[in-house]
């Protein structure tokens, strides 16, 4: 039997249930929880869209602030404070489309590149689109940020909900895919995969597009709950490091791995944050350097470790005892 199928069978009714909590979650929970859960549901978005592209193909990718903020300033265009132009998952699903063409263009031209060459780019991305939209403002439209229509927390929430199920969906089927077959080849061997006759160049500009495109539906949603955005705030780059942080943190060789590791973190960043506003960075920092130092696989993979102690301990009991 396919273990694949097994796999997804045994985490089907825990992924169900989790939905089915999520979902009523506004209808039992206060309005701090359902921020709180708004927010780590942003992350794990940014986390495991991050995945999709370079967890199988090893490319390290730091543009994920300027597809973030993309979204997040096509929202502020189509949604000012003095009135909206389309409705909100009109706006959302365009703010996604941007940012994955943007994505896809952007990956034609620098996907040759490799190693930190790629890495470095790909943050410059991210300071090349500030510097641009801060020259607009200030020279041409003569203002500073922008002010986005205010939506009510249930509905960013439902939203986000609804971009997570999509973006789970879409992972799945692409690691059940030829699609995904031909990006873990391009990961393990990219020349070997050319030989093979995979377009290989193709393969990593779609699935960059792709991951573009939930990263940029995210940042519109957030954009109607901080009402007011300005380059700074949309471009953080934050938004670019922590992603990958969460992803290795959780380990990336599960689907579930991201998405442990984003919402441990983005909890933890919140904590300390309300908890120790002006230390919270200095403790966060140590945090990650403990992860990273003695958690390799990340919390997936020390879970794993865990269970195969607890199995061969119990098998050598049980062979003591007969």
Do not use: C
């Not at 952007?106 to 190693?115: D, E, K």
């Not at 700074?232 to 442990?260: D, K, W």
């Not at 983005?266 to 958690?295: D, H, K, N, R, S």
């Amino acid at each position: 039997m396919d273990i694949t199928a097994l796999t997804s069978r045994r985490f089907l009714v825990p992924g169900l249930i989790t939905l089915t909590v999520l979902a009523t979650l506004p209808l039992y929970g206060s309005l701090y929880t359902v921020i709180l859960i708004t927010t780590i549901l942003m992350y794990i978005i940014l986390a495991v869209s991050w995945v999709i592209f370079s967890g199988p193909t090893g490319y390290m990718s730091l543009a994920s602030a300027a597809f973030f903020g993309v979204g997040i300033y096509t929202a502020a265009v189509l949604m000012p404070n003095t009135g909206q132009l389309l409705p909100l998952p009109v706006v959302v699903a365009i703010a996604g489309l941007i940012s994955g063409l943007l994505a896809v263009l952007v990956g034609a031209l620098t996907l040759r590149l490799r190693g930190i060459y790629f890495a470095i780019f790909t943050f410059g991305l991210v300071e090349i689109i500030k510097q641009v939209l801060l020259y607009w403002e200030f020279e041409v439209t003569h203002t500073r940020g922008r002010f986005v229509v205010l939506v009510d927390n249930d509905t960013v929430f439902y939203i986000m909900l609804g971009i997570f199920v999509a973006l789970m969906l879409t992972v799945y089927f692409i690691r059940r895919s030829k699609f995904g077959l031909a990006l873990q080849s391009i990961g393990e061997n990219e020349e070997a995969a050319a030989h093979t006759g995979i377009n290989v160049t193709m393969v990593k500009v779609i699935t960059f597009g792709i991951s573009a495109i939930f990263m940029g539906a995210a940042g519109a949603i957030m954009a109607t709950r901080w009402t007011y955005i300005d380059p700074y705030i949309a471009f953080n780059p934050l938004f670019s490091f922590m992603p990958v942080l969460m992803a290795i943190f959780g380990g990336m060789g599960q689907l579930y791995g991201p998405v442990i590791g984003a919402a441990i973190f983005a909890y933890l960043q919140e904590t300390l944050q309300t908890t120790f506003p002006y230390y919270y960075m200095l403790i966060f920092g140590i945090v990650l350097v403990v992860a990273i130092l003695y958690l390799p696989n990340g919390i997936v993979g020390l879970i794993q470790k865990l269970i195969q102690r607890w199995r061969k301990g119990g098998s050598a009991e049980q062979n003591a005892n007969t």
